[in-house]
């Protein structure tokens, strides 16, 4: 059975700091993957999506995620991460040509120190 | 452009009663929406996938007669949780889709608690 797994339930870093946001998903084959991010009383916004090519995807707000296959992981990363965002970030998978299938992880909170 | 909101954002009821709660695609028509419920530090679940003048289609393990759909318009979804019980509490999210596009957009939530 396909699952999506966030490992990271809250994590905390200082403003400025590096950030990377773990997901791996179990599928049969490649699904399409992407991440998003949802601040309270907000809909789910898409940060950046991978279909295919090249395995390092850059997304919106200064956030890229890298596929690696071999690992099953689509982890996001921001190299300096700022006060606003601070949020909630969703990674989902959905099966390659079935965009109405959508799998989500159960998400990670990111907390940013001043 | 592609905001979806959705109505009420929170709702309490008492056991027993239905509780309807809207979903709108406000910039753009909207051929299949999608409800979502979530339990706290659980994933997103799909409920069931509607396609405007369709009945929707289920997840397995969703009772359509409790979890009743309706997609009138290309615009409008709503979802009502009939006989609510307080297992029924949870966050309710729908999403929206154009067939040609490769994307899901979400409404920020309606709060459930069944008292």
């Known amino acids: 059975a396909q699952s999506v797994t966030q490992p990271d339930i809250h994590i905390t870093v200082s403003e400025g700091a590096s950030l990377e946001l773990r997901c791996n998903y179990s599928?049969?084959?490649?699904?399409?993957l992407f991440w998003y991010v949802q601040s309270p009383g907000q809909g789910l916004q898409l940060l950046l999506k991978?279909?295919?090519?090249?395995?390092l995807v850059q997304g919106i707000k200064g956030f890229e995620a890298e596929f690696k296959r071999s690992q099953s992981s689509f982890n996001l990363r921001k190299p300096s991460v700022h006060w606003s965002d601070a949020a909630e970030y969703f990674c989902a998978v959905a099966p390659r040509g079935n965009f109405n299938k959508f799998y989500f992880g159960s998400g990670t909170k990111l907390n940013v120190k001043p | 452009g592609a905001v979806v909101s959705q109505h009420p954002s929170r709702v309490i009821c008492k056991s027993g009663t239905s509780v309807k709660i809207e979903c709108r695609s406000l910039?753009?028509?909207?051929?299949?929406m999608f409800w979502y419920r979530q339990f706290p530090k659980q994933s997103l679940m799909l409920m069931a996938t509607?396609?405007?003048?369709?009945?929707?289609?289920?997840e397995q393990g969703v009772e359509k007669d409790k979890f009743l759909i309706n997609h009138a318009s290309l615009t409008l979804s709503t979802l009502t949780v009939t006989s609510a019980h307080p297992e029924d509490s949870s966050f309710y999210i729908c999403s929206a889709r154009v067939v040609g596009n490769n994307e899901q957009f979400f409404g920020p939530g309606t709060r459930l608690t069944v008292l």
């Open positions: 910039d753009f028509q909207a051929t299949t």
């Open positions: 991978y279909f295919s090519g090249d395995t």
């Open positions: 599928y049969g084959a490649t699904p399409y």
């Open positions: 509607s396609n405007e003048g369709s009945k929707a289609t289920y």
